[in-house]
């Protein structure tokens, strides 16, 4: 946990374009329990789903303007899940894996992520301030790379990958009262060096519910 922090204070990074597109929830015997998305999902949409931010300050917000609110719809639901359920997550590499040839050695560098929470229902994670607390994560840090997604065939660093998703996964507590616990994706992607002058800080994030029944 105190790795991710380290990753959000150090890390300078570039531009990109990564984000949940689909959860699922699946029972500790391994059946499906429910699909759900990120808030106010519209679809795998770039300008709609990606939220960046840029040098942000401790004020700074976690969650895009359209993600701040439990806002769902029939097409895209909240996922719901119960305790001790494993989640899963699909978001695409989009050439930060298999394509990119960064600085010093031309080469992908992905980075990691993690998820953050309160652990309370019916609470927010709101600030950067917030995503700073260890307490507040939940899982990670990952490799963004899980070893196996590809954004296509063929590309130079993904040499015998077939085109599919990355895979994230964590479990959830099995003590888990009742009640809708928000979550955030918070992904630092280090594509410029920490060490190179006027660097920029960045980070992506999704931002989505689930509903928790222990009835």
């Not at 699946?26 to 059946?31: A, L, Q």
Request: hydrophobic share 35%; aromatic share 12%.
């Amino acid at each position: 946990m105190l790795q991710f922090v380290l990753l959000v204070v150090l890390l300078r990074t570039c531009l990109a374009h990564s984000w949940i597109d689909v959860l699922y929830a699946t029972s500790p015997e391994g059946d499906l329990r429910s699909e759900g998305y990120i808030r106010n999902y519209q679809g795998h949409i770039d300008a709609l789903e990606t939220f960046h931010i840029l040098n942000p300050t401790t004020t700074s917000s976690l969650c895009s303007s359209n993600q701040q609110t439990p806002t769902y719809s029939s097409a895209y639901p909240m996922l719901s899940a119960r305790p001790g359920d494993n989640i899963t997550a699909l978001y695409e590499e989009n050439g930060h894996v298999t394509l990119d040839a960064l600085a010093p050695d031309y080469r992908p560098h992905p980075g990691y992520y993690a998820w953050l929470w309160t652990g309370e229902p019916n609470t927010d994670l709101t600030t950067v301030e917030q995503m700073l607390d260890v307490d507040n994560v939940i899982a990670g840090p990952f490799t963004f790379d899980d070893g196996k997604c590809a954004v296509a065939e063929g590309n130079p660093f993904g040499v015998g990958r077939s085109k599919q998703p990355c895979v994230a996964t964590f479990w959830l507590p099995e003590d888990l009262i009742t009640g809708v616990y928000s979550l955030v994706w918070a992904w630092h992607f280090p594509k410029i060096p920490a060490c190179e002058e006027g660097a920029p800080l960045e980070f992506y994030t999704s931002c989505l519910d689930i509903y928790v029944d222990n009835s």
